[in-house]
């Protein structure tokens, strides 16, 4: 069993920047791979970034690529969404997910365990 609490969502302007974090629960975290999907008002869940369970192989959305960075910090049972030249289109709510997956997925029914999510609005 694992939990995600997310947080380090709020407002920014245009081209700003914040920092995600997920905080996991329980001993097996480093076994499982971790993404991050967002959901915007009146649109699905998109992909956005995903990690492997070692940290040593990642991916993004081509719409985040160059301007995001996921990492994983095992000792704190933490993983992290960088997000740098922030756009308004980027408003929405972001969740992390984990996954019993031995390299990296990106679709939502990959992942076991998900988060309630953090707010991120990004003003003009």
């Known amino acids: 069993q694992v939990q995600l609490v997310e947080s380090g969502g709020g407002l920014v302007q245009a081209g700003g920047s914040l920092r995600l974090s997920c905080a996991a629960s329980?001993?097996?975290?480093?076994?499982?791979?971790m993404g991050w999907f967002r959901q915007a008002p009146g649109k699905g869940r998109e992909f956005v970034a995903a990690i492997n369970w070692s940290g040593d192989n990642t991916d993004y959305a081509d719409s985040v690529k160059g301007r995001f960075t996921i990492s994983r910090d095992s000792a704190k049972n933490t993983v992290y969404l960088q997000m740098n030249s922030l756009k308004p289109e980027d408003t929405a709510v972001y969740c992390c997910?984990?996954?019993?997956?031995?390299?990296?997925?990106?679709?939502?029914?990959?992942?076991?365990?998900w988060g309630q999510g953090t707010q991120v609005t990004v003003s003009s």
């Open positions: 997910a984990a996954g019993l997956i031995g390299g990296l997925a990106y679709t939502p029914g990959d992942y076991h365990y």
């Open positions: 329980g001993r097996t975290f480093r076994s499982y791979a």
